[in-house]
T-cell receptor
Framework: ETGVTQTPRHLVMGMTNKKSLKCEQHLGHNAMYWYKQSAKKPLELMFVYSLEERVENNSVPSRFSPECPNSSHLFLHLHTLQPEDSALYLC??????????????FGPGTRLTVL | AQKVTQAQTEISVVEKEDVTLDCVYETRDTTYYLFWYKQPPSGELVFLIRRNSFDEQNEISGRYSWNFQKSTSSFNFTITASQVVDSAVYFCALSEARNYGQNFVFGPGTRLSVLP
């Protein structure tokens, strides 16, 4: 596979469930990102990882917990979510977080619905 | 604080028409980068262009062209002879060089519909 992949593509969960979103990049990049895209709101940066170290969380609620075990994989662990957390969650990667900003390569997203 | 405004929420054009998508940005930094991304119905954002604040040359790539005007803080995107496959949501984004990765800010997007 090439590029950035995300699984699952669709997820429906109850407010008491625990689930995880997975992102994998095959581009040899060093930085990975989680974004939230809600209807009628701009894309929101949630987390940034550079060389597997989290560098920014942008005040995201603790019910979202990221994990980056290596530079190719990124997870978003979800627990006790609220209906307003329903959104498209996009993963992205870039060559580096430092230096001049490089373009980010995005995955297709996970469409999350919280009932 | 940085901000990106895309005043056009939705645009509809007929195939072969030219269309311009507006982007206005705010930043206090002198060094920054601007981007355009396309989000087709499949969902993933596709990178189109990156421009740094010191390069005001307009750029053309096939049917796409970009007009960067620092004086008006605008970075507009024009599609010439639009095609149905151009239908998508287009996002303009801004990143200040000093805090790259921590403040990659997207505009709200413009939904473009190209009708046959």
């Amino acid at each position: 596979e090439t590029g950035v992949t995300q699984t699952p593509r669709h997820l429906v969960m109850g407010m008491t469930n625990k689930k995880s979103l997975k992102c994998e990049q095959h581009l040899g990049h060093n930085a990975m990102y989680w974004y939230k895209q809600s209807a009628k709101k701009p894309l929101e940066l949630m987390f940034v990882y550079s060389l597997e170290e989290r560098v920014e969380n942008n005040s995201v609620p603790s019910r979202f917990s990221p994990e980056c075990p290596n530079s190719s994989h990124l997870f978003l662990h979800l627990h006790t979510l609220q209906p307003e957390d329903s959104a498209l969650y996009l993963c992205a990667s870039s060559p580096s977080r430092t230096g001049s900003p490089n373009e980010q390569f995005f995955g297709p997203g996970t469409r999350l619905t919280v009932l | 604080a940085q901000k990106v405004t895309q005043a056009q929420t939705e645009i509809s054009v007929v195939e072969k028409e030219d269309v311009t998508l507006d982007c206005v940005y705010e930043t206090r930094d002198t060094t920054y980068y601007l981007f355009w991304y396309k989000q087709p119905p499949s969902g993933e954002l596709v990178f189109l262009i990156r421009r740094n604040s010191f390069d005001e040359q307009n750029e053309i790539s096939g049917r796409y062209s970009w007009n960067f005007q620092k004086s008006t803080s605008s970075f507009n995107f024009t599609i010439t002879a639009s095609q149905v496959v151009d239908s998508a949501v287009y996002f303009c984004a801004l990143s200040e060089a000093r805090n790259y990765g921590q403040n990659f800010v997207f505009g709200p997007g413009t939904r473009l519909s190209v009708l046959p």
